[in-house]
């Protein structure tokens, strides 16, 4: 008792708009609390009819009334969340905007636990009590609370319409299967349900499975995302290592340029001084002379002078001025006009190697690969023609008919030795490399055979392990017998599943080497996907064929590539 009586508090001080405990509560001139935000709000939108009115009351007021926090309520709600009935369980219980509301419930109703699909009513926990304790009640259908109900209501006869109307595509009562739908293919709803179930089932399915091959696209691409990054960082690491080095032959370069320069400079500069003093001395010389010959020439003494002219006529070996190379005023500009030259020699090699990088940029690009064919008619215009490498095969294996056609044999073959045949295992791998859309086909028959794709750099000799096909790293295959097939790569086994009915003699194996699919498929009127492949592929691929040799050689095994 004590607890509905908090319960009861609990309700008198809550806000009816928001249905919580009041937050900063104003009282309106009618004498109903609200939230101070909650009844603005309210106002707010009804302020283009001029009218103010209460939510609960619909009291009206003219002009909007000014709002004052009530102080002593604030108090009150306060006291009541210290209480702790903030955390009552009840206030949970109560319903929402978004929920379906108790159908029993009077003033503030509580959330509906379940509706009966009988009485057409939505119940909270205390009364749906009744449904399990009652002997009638209790074998009605309940479901989670649905808003919805009414809609199960005939509108002509006011009765629970439980038939539908195939005919119509509609669902009515029994009065009206027996009125205006007289004749027409009618089932029970539950019978429809069923049906439709199975249709919701089925496109569930075609829906997961469309989700799968998206997020198997978008892993693709976020490999893409990546190895693009990864392919970016490394080609702008390397072109830096490559044009810091350029740049660093360069500067060396033009040190040295500088460096010869400055020296044959301080050569021919010490050339030039070593002449300038020469030529001095040469000057000096002639002008002692001169002042001398001008000195005997002013004499008056004519013994004297013709005493003294023959010792100062005397003149030295002069410097050979012609021996001295004045160049013309050009002196290093070759120099330049050879750095020029170099210069335009490198623009030009610049032009054309960045056409060439600025071409091989573009290239650079992702393009979702296109889907993959669904019937055979388009799996065949990616057929390629496919023969078998003599060299490649095993011994006990003879090829025919344009080597596109191979049987065990139980003697060996005079093959002549070749360091690409599989000495190990009795199998062999196509002439061709295999890279783009590739689709090709093999027949079988015998006990068992392995259709494969693999890298041409496959062990040929020695472990086992390291030569068959789908026991290592370097091939795909799938092996095929009566009874089973299974999947190997790297030596991890995976079994084909579906029925055994989908499987046929031929099989098709489509490739989109780049984006990293190869695919085998059981081949009759339609294409059955057994497998598929979804990796990255570093190398071309070649098409490969492993015979399993039968205990008892009743009937040869034969492999035919079509």
Not at 133 to 149: G, I, S, T, Y
Not at 245 to 274: C, F, H, P
Not at 389 to 394: K, S, V, Y
Request: charged share 25%; hydrophobic share 30%.
């Amino acid at each position: 008792m004590a607890q509905k009586g908090v319960q009861l508090d609990r309700e008198t001080f809550s806000c009816s708009i928001c249905q919580d405990l009041l937050k900063d509560p104003v009282t309106i001139p009618c004498g109903h609390s609200y939230c101070i935000k909650c009844i603005k709000s309210f106002w707010d939108e009804e302020d283009g009819k001029k009218l103010h009115s209460c939510p609960q009351c619909r009291q009206t007021f003219t002009p909007r009334p000014v709002l004052v926090k009530n102080s002593m309520l604030a108090v009150l709600v306060e006291e009541l969340k210290k209480t702790g009935l903030q955390a009552s369980p009840a206030d949970h219980c109560y319903a929402g905007p978004e929920d379906v509301s108790c159908d029993v419930c009077t003033g503030r109703k509580l959330k509906a636990l379940k509706s009966c699909l009988v009485c057409l009513a939505s119940y909270c926990e205390n009364h749906l009590q009744p449904h399990y304790d009652a002997a009638p009640l209790n074998k009605h259908k309940l479901a989670n609370p649905c808003k919805k109900l009414q809609e199960n209501i005939c509108s002509r006869h006011d009765e629970v319409m439980k038939i539908f109307c195939r005919t119509d595509q509609q669902c009515i009562c029994y009065l009206c299967s027996i009125d205006e739908h007289k004749g027409h293919d009618t089932v029970s709803a539950a019978a429809e349900r069923t049906e439709r179930q199975r249709e919701l089932e089925g496109s569930r399915q075609k829906l997961q499975q469309r989700i799968q091959d998206r997020d198997k696209v978008m892993k693709l691409l976020q490999q893409e995302v990546e190895a693009i990054s990864l392919s970016a960082d490394k080609a702008v690491e390397d072109s830096e290592k490559i044009f810091t080095e350029l740049i660093r032959l360069m500067d060396k370069r033009r040190s040295d340029v500088k460096q010869q320069i400055r020296s044959q400079q301080e050569t021919e500069v010490s050339r030039v001084k070593e002449l300038q003093e020469k030529l001095e001395q040469d000057i000096t010389e002639l002008k002692r002379k001169d002042a001398s010959l001008e000195q005997l020439s002013l004499t008056e003494d004519h013994i004297q002078f013709v005493h003294s002219y023959p010792s100062l006529s005397a003149l030295s070996e002069p410097t050979d001025s012609s021996s001295i190379n004045i160049h013309p005023l050009r002196y290093f500009e070759d120099v330049t006009a050879a750095v020029s030259e170099l210069t335009d020699q490198l623009q030009d090699v610049l032009r054309k190697t960045w056409r060439n990088v600025s071409l091989r940029l573009t290239e650079v690009h992702v393009l979702l690969s296109p889907a993959e064919p669904k019937t055979r008619a388009e799996f065949l215009k990616y057929s390629c023609e496919i023969s078998l490498d003599p060299n490649t095969a095993h011994t006990r294996l003879l090829l025919s008919e344009g080597n596109r056609k191979v049987i065990a044999m139980s003697n060996e073959q005079s093959y002549s030795p070749h360091p690409d045949r599989f000495t190990t295992c009795p199998q062999a791998l196509s002439r061709e490399s295999l890279t783009g859309r590739c689709y090709w086909e093999v027949e079988w028959t015998g006990t068992g055979v392995s259709v494969a794709g693999a890298y041409k750099n496959i062990s040929r000799a020695g472990n086992w392990k390291e030569i068959v096909f789908g026991r290592n790293n370097k091939s795909w295959a799938l092996v095929c017998y009566q009874d089973k097939h299974n999947f190997y790569h790297n030596n991890i086994q995976t079994p084909v599943s579906g029925p055994q009915s989908s499987r046929s003699s031929r099989v098709g194996l489509y490739l989109d080497h780049r984006a990293g699919i190869l695919s085998f498929y059981s081949v009759s009127e339609t294409m059955t996907l057994l497998h598929r492949v979804q990796t990255t592929f570093t190398q071309p691929l070649h098409a490969g064929l492993f015979l399993d040799f039968p205990f008892f050689l009743e009937s040869l095994l034969k492999c035919e590539l079509k």
